[in-house]
T-cell receptor, first 116, second 107 residues
């Protein structure tokens, strides 16, 4: 089992500013995943954060726009940089436990971001 | 790339009704997850299936690997079941999520 504390839960930001989202897990995990959920759309993986190495970004997402930190096995941050209204979404962090036959997924409570 | 389709997109029902939400996918998978998302965005895992059927309380999930289809059933539905239900499949290219089914149970 894993409990993830994510903050902030919501924020309203001005265009051009940056917001950092934090996730704290109550157990050590190798990988943490960051997702974006645009209105009416499915979850899209932004990047996978590994402790001690650079995050791995999915196609369409770049480090300059979404820098990620992973200083230890229980904590990660995602920054949404130079925001525009198109960045208005729910952002979620996630971890998984178990293997192929008993995988479990755990998610943070989400950050609802609105950019004006 | 796996394509995940959920139906219906929206469902409004009366308290006590039997609810069925469907999920179809296009490419073979190793596991399928049913997730529940409440207003505010937080997501809770309900089931992980690789075959057959699982039951937890009033929730039942089934999967047919040959037909590439899964269903989530809610018996004796209650207003607190109102949420978005998301299907996610684990394939060779990772997790692919459906867009979700928005369920409203009216008292």
């Amino acid at each position: 089992s894993a409990v993830i504390s994510q903050k902030p839960s919501r924020d309203i930001c001005q265009r051009g500013t940056s917001l950092t989202i934090q996730c704290q897990v109550d157990s050590q995990v190798t990988m943490m995943f960051w997702y974006r959920q645009q209105p009416g759309q499915s979850l899209t993986l932004i990047a996978t954060a590994n402790q001690g190495s650079e995050a791995t970004y999915e196609s369409g997402f770049v480090i300059d726009k979404f820098p990620i930190s992973r200083p230890n096995l229980t904590f990660s941050t995602l920054t949404v940089s130079n925001m525009s209204p198109e960045d208005s979404s729910i952002y979620l962090c996630s971890v998984r436990t178990g293997g192929a036959t008993n995988e479990k997924l755990f998610f943070g409570s989400g950050t609802q971001l609105s950019v004006l | 790339k796996n394509e995940v389709e959920q139906s219906p997109q929206n469902l409004t029902a009366q308290e006590g009704e039997f609810i069925t939400i469907n999920c179809s996918y296009s490419v073979g998978i190793s596991a399928l997850h049913w997730l529940q998302q409440h207003p505010g965005g937080g997501i809770v895992s309900l089931f992980m299936l690789s075959s057959g059927k699982k039951k937890h309380g009033r929730l039942i999930a089934t999967i047919n690997i040959q037909e590439k289809h899964s269903s989530l059933h809610i018996t004796a539905s209650h207003p607190r079941d109102s949420a978005v239900y998301i299907c996610a499949v684990r394939g060779a290219d990772g997790l692919t999520f459906g867009k979700g089914t928005h369920l409203i149970i009216q008292p």
